[in-house]
């Protein structure tokens, strides 16, 4: 059972161009989470979605930031008009539906290191 | 909403017992989880907390206090390979919806 896969594992843009991150979940899983680290930072929250629906975007910036789980294929996390500062390694991870009192067990994809010239 | 505070570095020696803290904010609350990242690398999930007492998995256990909001990860017999940082995660909400969110991490330096 193949893990989380990101692709690409490193992309570079220069300011202004389109930024296109892809994430497959783990078989099985329908809940899809996007993170945003900086060096020696933490893991910042950005979006949570499933299959066709966000469910909580509140740490996602309200431009030029879109994500999207559609019902076939990968999730995307899309940033439009890259700037320097969305330099940063983007991680998606993945968990399966499960009851409230579950395990919140979160699995993590090797991260997308986007560069921003 | 949720907040967590956790020391930013440790440094503990090989062979030792190290302890990382995290306490946590969060309404409606379901349990605390840690991670562990190496440089370069993903966070992986090392354990789940959320009745009180602690948990115990080979050299790592993880202890929950819900009474004090308050959690750690022990790690026993270290090694050089457990250079990492160490992540808490609170799991919290209401309704149907569950939110995790992440402490900014432990950097813990193992020195021979």
């Known amino acids: 059972n193949a893990g989380v896969m990101q692709n690409p594992r490193h992309l570079v843009r220069r300011r202004g161009q389109e930024a296109r991150l892809r994430c497959s979940p783990m078989k099985g899983h329908s809940h899809v989470y996007w993170y945003r680290q900086l060096p020696e930072e933490g893991l910042k929250f950005m979006v949570y979605l499933q299959k066709e629906n966000i469910i909580d975007e509140s740490g996602m910036p309200k431009e030029r930031f879109s994500a999207e789980f559609p019902k076939e294929g990968p999730s995307i996390l899309r940033i439009q008009q890259v700037v320097r500062g969305d330099s940063a390694a983007y991680f998606c991870?993945?968990?399966?539906?499960?009851?409230?009192?579950?395990?919140?067990?979160?699995?993590f994809g090797p991260g997308t290191r986007l560069t921003v010239l | 909403g949720q907040s967590l505070e956790q020391p930013s570095e440790v440094t503990a020696v090989e062979g030792a017992i190290v302890q990382i803290n995290c306490t946590y904010q969060?309404?409606?609350?379901?349990?605390l989880s840690w991670y562990q990242q190496h440089d370069g690398g993903a966070p992986t999930f090392l354990s789940y907390n959320a009745l009180d007492g602690l948990e115990e998995t080979g050299r790592f256990s993880s202890f929950l206090s819900r009474s004090d909001s308050y959690g750690y990860l022990l790690l026993q017999e270290l090694q050089m390979k457990d250079s990492a940082s160490y992540f808490c995660a609170v799991k919290g909400g209401s309704g149907g919806y569950q939110k995790v969110t992440f402490g900014t991490g432990t950097k813990l330096q193992v020195i021979p």
């Open positions: 969060t309404s409606g609350f379901y349990g």
């Open positions: 991870a993945s968990s399966p539906p499960g009851l409230a009192g579950g395990n919140n067990e979160q699995f």
